[in-house]
């Protein structure tokens, strides 16, 4: 049985920050990730954009997380050279119904304590993209796109740099607490011999595969482990320069942030994602979409020419709550929520968690401890 320190299984975004954070705590950290590099998961299909916290109810973790993490990611960024840019993010309305929703929106961003938020008028609108047509819009200038693989490289590089080893290939199925304090992770290889870990502290930052992993937990009350939904996305790219230097979002509805529109880095864009509940992790973009993408966007731009509309690619999020459901919230579990000392379990890491990760990590740095 090989014994370490401190074993964070996970290499998105999110299990790169915790391993980094805990590195930097003083911790040595294992990094244990099932496919052959880090970030080939939810962290790599994703719309790729530093939230502002607009969404999200006052007091949940989701709204707590996303407006300190956004701070944390520019600056993040700013010190290790990662690639990033704020050109805001303009919540459009469409019809009149829809005007009213803008001032809810930014009545919530505000309790939230986003506070640089302005409504502008179809004029207004129209003054900074030429091309968009709605009645008014949302600006939150806190919006941003940032280059995700060149974030994850750089998080991982400094938790290496502060001692992290990271092991790919390495999917683990089991999960026990030991004999004489700690925890142990496990499993079968396919040669038939059993591999196990034994380590003090462990974070569960398997993305889609959390819940599941934490099921195999036999000491973990099976109460505290959500059922888990999956929220699949395609996204269709835009062929040729775009006319929008905004990133465009419609007013969401329930479940989602709707078909929206982010420029990307080199100045190309992509829609998306829409959602469709799945049961199985399939990335295959259903084409078959592509008529409701182009009546979706032509509600904000009606001068798009769909046949430069392709398929792009696809993500997949993992709700814990029903599709009939509007909502969710981030869940960290740490000793006080299931008893556990030296675990940590996340579960539901979906958007915004790419903004989020950075105090999602300093969040399982303190809940470690408990």
Same mark, same amino acid.
């Given at each position: 049985?090989?014994?370490?320190?401190?074993?964070? #299984?996970?290499?998105?975004?999110? +299990?790169?920050?915790?391993?980094?954070?805990?590195?930097?705590?003083?911790?040595?950290?294992?990094?244990?990730?099932?496919?052959?590099?880090?970030?080939?998961?939810?962290?790599?299909?994703?719309?790729?954009?530093?939230?502002?916290?607009?969404?999200?109810? *006052?007091?949940?973790?989701?709204?707590?997380?996303?407006?300190?993490?956004?701070?944390?990611?520019?600056?993040?960024?700013?010190?290790?050279?990662?690639?990033?840019?704020?050109?805001?993010?303009?919540?459009?309305?469409?019809?009149?119904?829809? !005007?009213?929703?803008?001032?809810?929106?930014?009545?919530?961003?505000?309790?939230?304590?986003?506070?640089?938020?302005?409504?502008?008028?179809?004029?207004?609108?129209? %003054?900074?993209?030429?091309?968009?047509?709605?009645?008014?819009?949302?600006?939150?200038?806190?919006?941003?796109?940032?280059?995700?693989?060149?974030?994850?490289?750089?998080?991982? +590089?400094?938790?290496?740099?502060?001692?992290?080893?990271?092991?790919?290939?390495?999917?683990?199925?089991?999960?026990?607490?030991?004999?004489? /304090?700690?925890?142990?992770?496990?499993?079968? $290889?396919?040669?038939?011999?059993?591999?196990?870990?034994?380590?003090?502290?462990?974070?569960?930052?398997? /993305?889609?595969?959390?819940?599941?992993?934490?099921?195999?937990?036999?000491?973990?009350? *099976?109460?505290?482990?959500?059922?888990?939904?999956?929220?699949?996305?395609?996204?269709?790219?835009?062929? /040729?320069?775009?006319?929008?230097?905004?990133?465009?979002?419609? %007013?969401?509805?329930?479940?989602?942030?709707?078909?929206?529109?982010?420029?990307?880095?080199?100045?190309?864009?992509?829609?998306? *994602?829409?959602?469709?509940? &799945?049961?199985?992790?399939?990335?295959?973009?259903?084409?078959?979409?592509?008529?409701?993408?182009?009546?979706?966007?032509?509600?904000?731009?009606? +001068?798009? $020419?769909?046949?430069?509309?392709?398929?792009?690619?696809?993500?997949?999020?993992?709700?814990? &709550?029903?599709?009939?459901?509007?909502?969710?919230?981030?869940? !960290?579990?740490?000793?006080?929520?299931?008893?556990?000392?030296?675990?940590?379990?996340?579960?539901?890491?979906?958007?915004?968690?790419?903004?989020?990760?950075?105090? #999602?990590?300093?969040?399982?740095?303190?809940?470690?401890?408990?």
């Amino acid at each position: 049985m090989f014994e370490v320190d401190t074993v964070v #299984i996970g290499a998105g975004v999110v +299990g790169l920050a915790c391993a980094r954070a805990l590195a930097r705590a003083g911790h040595e950290v294992y990094l244990l990730e099932k496919e052959n590099t880090f970030g080939t998961g939810i962290s790599s299909r994703n719309s790729e954009v530093i939230h502002a916290g607009l969404y999200y109810p *006052p007091d949940s973790l989701k709204a707590e997380l996303c407006v300190r993490g956004n701070r944390m990611m520019r600056q993040f960024c700013d010190d290790f050279h990662v690639d990033y840019r704020m050109p805001g993010k303009l919540v459009v309305a469409t019809t009149e119904e829809e !005007i009213a929703k803008l001032e809810i929106i930014k009545a919530n961003a505000e309790q939230c304590e986003v506070t640089d938020l302005t409504i502008l008028n179809r004029q207004e609108c129209r %003054v900074l993209e030429p091309e968009l047509e709605v009645l008014a819009a949302l600006h939150s200038p806190s919006s941003g796109i940032v280059d995700s693989h060149g974030l994850m490289l750089a998080l991982l +590089g400094d938790a290496e740099a502060h001692g992290t080893v990271a092991a790919y290939g390495a999917e683990m199925t089991g999960i026990s607490t030991a004999a004489g /304090g700690g925890f142990i992770v496990s499993r079968d $290889d396919p040669s038939g011999d059993r591999i196990e870990i034994l380590c003090q502290y462990l974070v569960n930052a398997a /993305g889609l595969g959390a819940t599941r992993l934490a099921s195999t937990f036999r000491e973990l009350d *099976p109460q505290t482990i959500p059922r888990t939904w999956f929220a699949k996305g395609n996204y269709f790219s835009y062929a /040729g320069k775009l006319p929008f230097r905004h990133l465009i979002y419609p %007013v969401p509805t329930k479940g989602s942030l709707g078909t929206h529109l982010t420029p990307d880095l080199g100045g190309q864009g992509k829609f998306g *994602p829409d959602i469709q509940w &799945v049961t199985e992790e399939n990335y295959d973009v259903d084409e078959s979409r592509k008529p409701l993408f182009v009546n979706s966007i032509r509600k904000y731009w009606p +001068g798009l $020419d769909e046949n430069r509309l392709q398929p792009a690619y696809s993500g997949i999020r993992p709700k814990v &709550v029903a599709p009939d459901i509007a909502s969710q919230d981030f869940i !960290i579990q740490g000793p006080r929520d299931h008893g556990l000392q030296g675990f940590v379990n996340l579960m539901g890491i979906e958007s915004p968690g790419l903004t989020s990760s950075l105090a #999602i990590a300093e969040k399982v740095v303190a809940k470690i401890g408990d």
